[in-house]
């Protein structure tokens, strides 16, 4: 089983649509969560971080399910700009931040 | 926001050649990480370090890797016979303290012929 699994995508989805992204994790120890995106050729970029309790930045709510090993993005009233590479990412060695990537899912936003 | 800068953004090599790819960490940090990702694949942890020395390492670091941190300002990572298989794109990542954001460099792509 892969450490941290996400359906590839690609989601085309229009603009102005509500988009959800599901992750699971294998480790049952694994301490912090985030979701990064992508995009095309460039670097990681921390989106947010992922608590027990949910949070939501803006248009974006993230949820934790220690019990499953599940993890949510949900990215509402979406832009062009969200168009991207969303990675599911899991820290399992709090203090090393030694990060495991997903292998991430495709967005494309259609105007 | 301060930036991680890496240079240079591409290189070319032949096999069997060194490389050696810098890094510029943000200058508070102190922990300091090398990150690959292969073209359509995720991107896997390579190294991390701190207090001049190598706090972990995974299963793709062997004797071909090394890292240093020659100058207290730069970070460079150094395949020494580089594979075709190495090819990839190449991040360095730096953060303040345990727990704090990682900030992510803008990457070396490095091909090999």
């Known amino acids: 089983r892969k450490e941290v699994e996400q359906d590839p995508g690609p989601f085309n989805v229009p603009e102005g649509a509500t988009v959800a992204f599901n992750c699971t994790y294998s480790?049952?120890?694994?301490?912090?969560f985030f979701w990064y995106r992508q995009d095309c050729r460039k670097e990681p970029k921390l989106l947010m971080s992922?608590?027990?309790s949910g949070n939501e930045d803006g248009r974006f709510t993230a949820q934790l399910n220690r019990a499953s090993q599940y993890i949510s993005l949900l990215i509402r009233d979406s832009k062009l700009s969200d168009s991207a590479t969303y990675l599911c990412v899991v820290n399992n060695d709090f203090g090393n931040e030694k990060l495991t990537f997903g292998t991430g899912t495709r967005l494309t936003i259609i105007p | 926001e301060p930036e991680v800068t890496q240079t240079p953004s591409h290189q070319v090599t032949q096999m069997g050649q060194e490389v050696i790819l810098r890094c510029v960490p943000i200058?508070?940090?102190?922990?300091f990480y090398w990150y690959r990702q292969i073209l359509g694949q995720k991107v896997e942890f390579l190294v991390s370090f701190y207090n001049n020395e190598i706090s972990e390492k995974s299963e793709i670091f062997d004797d071909q890797f090394s890292v240093e941190r020659p100058d207290g300002s730069n970070f460079t990572l150094k395949i020494r016979s580089t594979k075709l298989e190495d090819s990839a794109m190449y991040f360095c990542a730096s953060r303040g303290r345990t727990g704090e954001k990682l900030f992510f460099g803008s990457g070396t792509q490095l091909s090999v012929l």
């Open positions: 200058s508070n940090h102190l922990y």
């Open positions: 480790n049952s120890a694994s301490q912090s």
């Open positions: 992922v608590y027990s």
